[in-house]
């Protein structure tokens, strides 16, 4: 399993050069709600958070979660995940969830493909999202 860390907004854009081509990969698998530089402007500010699994100095994998405040809940979302080599980062979400709960979010969630669902074991499928492109 590889190390991973939270990127401090400060050394957003230093690291962004290593997690570019795992976040446009994300993006084009999904939905194409927002351009990478949404994404690096955000996680810049603290808005967002980027989170790295690192394989001694190489970035294998790239992760970006936002805290979502609901009247009733306060949810951390990984809005954007990609990388090489899954199964030997795939465990590292267990350490975001824990930073969801230290952080006071009561769920976590993750908008993707139908394949995470497999990936995700212990994730339970809380709907379906359907839609149709104008």
Request: net charge neutral; glycine share 10%.
């Amino acid at each position: 399993m590889l190390g991973l860390m939270m990127v401090a907004p400060a050394d957003v854009k230093a690291l962004w050069p290593d997690v570019r081509d795992f976040i446009n990969e994300a993006i084009d698998a999904g939905e194409r709600l927002y351009p990478e530089r949404h994404y690096y402007e955000a996680c810049a500010r603290g808005d967002m958070q980027l989170w790295i699994s690192l394989d001694g100095e190489t970035c294998k994998q790239a992760t970006i979660t936002k805290i979502y405040n609901y009247p009733l809940k306060r949810r951390c979302t990984i809005v954007c995940c990609g990388g090489e080599g899954m199964a030997d980062w795939i465990n590292n979400i267990i350490q975001i969830e824990q930073w969801a709960r230290e952080s006071g979010c009561n769920s976590i969630q993750l908008t993707g493909r139908k394949g995470w669902g497999r990936v995700l074991k212990d994730w339970d499928k809380q709907g379906s999202i359907i839609g149709k492109e104008l």
